[in-house]
């Protein structure tokens, strides 16, 4: 937007045919977005455009048809995502655990308890009580649909335990090493959406434990990044949401926003208030991403979140917009030797442009800008 040079109220206006005059107003100016704009008057009369009072503009740009983007970056960290604490839900002693950084998979042993492993199998469904001959629910199919997965068979996926299924775990027992009960107990599985990696131990082998302990964190396989925005800021982040992921080196990648959780920390001051932050996992989908990922084991990155789209718009730098005596803003269009001002309703403004409509607008419109 243009600051004007000198005043020109003393100027006589040139007329242009029938065209009505622009009184300039000296030194009125407005500021918006930061950036100050030229106060012009339409003048009286009808109509809704009026011929420039002084020499054609000095620099010109051409109205553009665009997608426009209103967004807003913020620090993240690459990682794994967001852990997930596994807890026993066995009294006993941990006898065996893994190490940071191990990958577990379906039917591999997460911990052990007295000697006894503690499966992982896949499912969004976490393990909230005994399964065995004539019990039905989602959780039973879950467990079947790994027992399948696993090569077991000889009963039928559904949400029914049956005398089948009780076979089949038995089987998976005795492969395992386990009593042969045909009852899959409380606390000796554990579910996960898929293979985990190891993010960290709060318990060490050989210490006790009990139902409710935390035993060790996981996270996925996959590198993602973990941001904490503020509470005000919580609609930049709806799961499923596209954003940009800016790493390290340059390289900028496509992220998909997976989980938004609420979490509270809490304050270092014993006196003071504990701060409520949302946090945002980004995935960062494709086989390509995660190899251009892959060397920053732990790093800070650049998340970049689309706050408004305005698809297929007509966009002019914010800088060629004038501010109108009588309320709204203008263009000064130029056509040929002469120049008009144009009253123009505004809509998105962003990334220095800004959403413009008004009569005589169009793709390829010439439009007056400043030095």
């Given at each position: 937007?243009?600051?004007?040079?000198?005043?020109?109220?003393?100027?006589?206006?040139?007329?242009?045919?029938?065209?009505?005059?622009?009184?300039?107003?000296?030194?009125?100016?407005?500021?918006?977005?930061?950036?100050?704009?030229?106060?012009?008057?339409?003048?009286?009369?009808?109509?809704?455009?009026?011929?420039?009072?002084?020499?054609?503009?000095?620099?010109?740009?051409?109205?553009?048809r665009?997608?426009?983007?209103?967004?807003?970056?913020?620090?993240?960290?690459?990682?794994?995502?967001?852990?997930?604490t596994?807890?026993?839900?066995?009294?006993g002693?941990?006898?065996?655990l893994?190490?940071?950084?191990d990958?577990?998979?379906?039917?591999?042993?997460?911990?052990?308890?007295?000697?006894?492993?503690?499966?992982?199998?896949?499912?969004?469904?976490?393990?909230?009580?005994?399964?065995?001959?004539?019990?039905?629910?989602?959780?039973?199919?879950?467990?079947?649909?790994?027992?399948?997965?696993?090569?077991?068979?000889?009963?039928?996926?559904?949400?029914?335990?049956?005398?089948?299924?009780?076979?089949?775990?038995e089987?998976?027992?005795?492969?395992?090493?386990?009593?042969?009960?045909?009852?899959?107990?409380l606390?000796?599985?554990?579910?996960?959406?898929?293979?985990?990696?190891?993010?960290?131990?709060?318990?060490?082998?050989?210490?006790?434990?009990?139902?409710g302990?935390?035993?060790?964190?996981?996270?996925?396989?996959?590198?993602?990044?973990?941001?904490?925005?503020?509470t005000?800021?919580?609609?930049?982040?709806?799961?499923?949401?596209?954003v940009?992921?800016?790493?390290?080196?340059?390289?900028?990648?496509?992220?998909?926003i997976?989980?938004?959780?609420?979490?509270?920390?809490?304050?270092?001051?014993?006196?003071?208030?504990?701060?409520?932050?949302?946090?945002?996992?980004v995935?960062?989908?494709?086989?390509?991403?995660?190899?251009?990922?892959?060397?920053?084991?732990?790093?800070?990155?650049?998340?970049?979140?689309?706050?408004?789209r305005r698809?297929?718009?007509?966009?002019?730098?914010v800088?060629?917009?004038l501010?109108?005596?009588?309320?709204?803003?203008?263009l000064?269009?130029?056509?040929?030797?002469?120049?008009?001002?144009?009253?123009?309703?505004?809509?998105?403004?962003?990334?220095?442009?800004?959403?413009?409509?008004?009569?005589?607008?169009?793709?390829?419109?010439?439009?007056?800008?400043?030095?």
């Amino acid at each position: 937007m243009r600051r004007p040079a000198r005043s020109r109220r003393d100027e006589r206006p040139r007329r242009r045919g029938r065209t009505r005059t622009v009184a300039i107003a000296g030194a009125a100016v407005v500021v918006l977005g930061g950036v100050a704009a030229t106060v012009v008057g339409l003048g009286g009369g009808d109509g809704n455009k009026a011929s420039a009072d002084t020499a054609l503009p000095p620099n010109t740009t051409t109205v553009k048809r665009e997608t426009l983007l209103d967004t807003s970056t913020t620090a993240g960290e690459l990682g794994y995502g967001t852990a997930t604490t596994a807890s026993s839900r066995l009294s006993g002693t941990v006898t065996d655990l893994p190490s940071v950084g191990d990958t577990v998979k379906r039917g591999e042993a997460l911990y052990e308890v007295d000697d006894v492993p503690v499966t992982l199998m896949y499912g969004s469904l976490p393990a909230y009580r005994e399964l065995k001959d004539g019990f039905e629910g989602a959780d039973v199919e879950q467990l079947e649909r790994n027992l399948a997965a696993l090569g077991y068979v000889g009963f039928d996926v559904d949400e029914d335990f049956t005398s089948n299924t009780a076979a089949a775990v038995e089987r998976w027992q005795e492969d395992r090493g386990l009593e042969e009960t045909g009852v899959v107990a409380l606390g000796s599985v554990v579910f996960a959406p898929a293979k985990v990696r190891i993010d960290g131990l709060t318990a060490e082998e050989g210490s006790a434990t009990a139902p409710g302990q935390e035993v060790l964190t996981f996270t996925g396989t996959s590198k993602a990044v973990t941001v904490e925005i503020d509470t005000e800021d919580q609609r930049l982040a709806k799961k499923g949401g596209k954003v940009t992921v800016e790493l390290p080196n340059g390289e900028t990648l496509k992220g998909v926003i997976s989980d938004v959780t609420t979490v509270v920390k809490p304050s270092d001051d014993p006196n003071g208030e504990d701060e409520t932050k949302v946090e945002v996992t980004v995935d960062i989908p494709g086989r390509k991403a995660q190899k251009l990922s892959a060397p920053f084991a732990l790093a800070s990155v650049n998340v970049t979140f689309t706050v408004d789209r305005r698809k297929d718009v007509l966009t002019v730098p914010v800088a060629a917009l004038l501010a109108l005596q009588e309320g709204g803003f203008g263009l000064e269009v130029v056509k040929g030797g002469t120049s008009s001002y144009v009253p123009v309703t505004t809509g998105l403004f962003a990334d220095g442009k800004v959403e413009v409509s008004g009569d005589g607008i169009s793709r390829g419109t010439v439009v007056g800008m400043p030095k």
